[in-house]
């Protein structure tokens, strides 16, 4: 059997491994604070990390604080963000999520997420609006070192064209089968989940993934079916 047959749970096993190899092994530690990632996490839809920063900071710096966020006027605050995708639709989100947090825990502080157990934390998250299961397992992941897979655009394209999901498998229940299938422990989760999107961005782009390059190509379903035999070029 050659190696690209191999079942996807030793698959997904290799491609942890030999992207480790390939990218640094980094330690999870949160990178700014718990409420800093949630709404920070909001605005970054489909929206590059230096344009979502500037959003953040120019937000705070007209508004003050959280509460001054939430009573601002909604075409103000969108106006604040608009270096983001869809400002006028996050603008009243990241109100009513304030707003959420606000009424429910008497402050903006999420902290007490730590003590939940994921179900629970992913569903107090994902009642806001604006929060799908993409940005509460990030949240839960990068700042709470909980054991989930957020499965991006990277991840969930890099993980198809390798083989570990179907063809018809949703990137909701990506999650799932991604988890099942790679270590549990949260550093491992958080390693996967950062290699595969760099390697999206360098290798395995969305267009012309450069195959030749990669070290993935000895058991990548893709690579060996279609690109090597020159089916993509003939389509
Ligand atoms: S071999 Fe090509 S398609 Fe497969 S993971 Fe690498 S770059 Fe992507």
């Given at each position: 059997m050659e190696a690209y047959q191999l079942p996807p749970n030793e698959k997904a096993l290799l491609t942890?491994?030999?992207?480790?190899?390939?990218?640094?092994?980094?330690?999870?530690?949160?990178?700014?604070?718990?409420?800093?990632?949630?709404?920070?996490?909001?605005?970054?839809?489909?929206?590059?990390?230096?344009?979502?920063?500037?959003?953040?900071?120019t937000m705070l710096e007209r508004f003050?604080?959280?509460?001054?966020?939430?009573?601002?006027?909604?075409?103000?605050?969108?106006?604040?963000?608009?270096?983001?995708?869809?400002?006028?639709?996050?603008a009243p989100q990241i109100q009513q999520a304030l707003r959420m947090i606000k009424e429910e825990r008497g402050e903006y502080n999420i902290d007490f997420l730590e003590e939940l157990p994921?179900?629970?934390a992913m569903a107090w998250l994902t009642k806001m609006p604006g929060v799908g299961v993409k940005t509460a397992t990030l949240l839960l992941l990068f700042n709470f070192k909980?054991?989930?897979?957020?499965?991006?655009?990277?991840?969930?394209?890099?993980?198809q064209r390798v083989g570990l999901l179907g063809a018809?498998?949703?990137?909701?229940?990506?999650?799932?089968?991604?988890?099942?299938?790679?270590?549990?422990?949260?550093?491992?989760?958080?390693?996967?989940?950062?290699?595969?999107?760099?390697?999206?961005?360098?290798?395995?782009?969305?267009?012309?993934?450069?195959?030749?390059?990669?070290?993935?190509?000895?058991i990548c379903n893709y690579y060996q079916e279609v690109r090597q035999k020159g089916i993509d070029k003939a389509a």
């Open positions: 942890h491994e030999l992207l480790n190899q390939e990218y640094r092994h980094r330690k999870l530690e949160p990178r700014r604070s718990h409420m800093h990632e949630l709404i920070s996490t909001m605005l970054s839809h489909r929206t590059n990390h230096k344009d979502e920063e500037k959003a953040y900071y003050g604080d959280w509460d001054g966020v939430v009573n601002a006027d909604v075409d103000d605050l969108a106006d604040a963000i608009q270096t983001t995708r869809y400002p006028g639709q996050k994921v179900p629970e909980k054991p989930v897979m957020p499965v991006d655009t990277h991840v969930f394209r890099i993980s018809k498998v949703t990137a909701s229940k990506a999650h799932d089968i991604l988890l099942e299938m790679l270590p549990p422990e949260p550093e491992e989760l958080y390693n996967f989940h950062i290699h595969m999107l760099r390697h999206g961005q360098r290798i395995c782009t969305f267009f012309s993934p450069k195959c030749e390059e990669c070290v993935l190509n000895g």
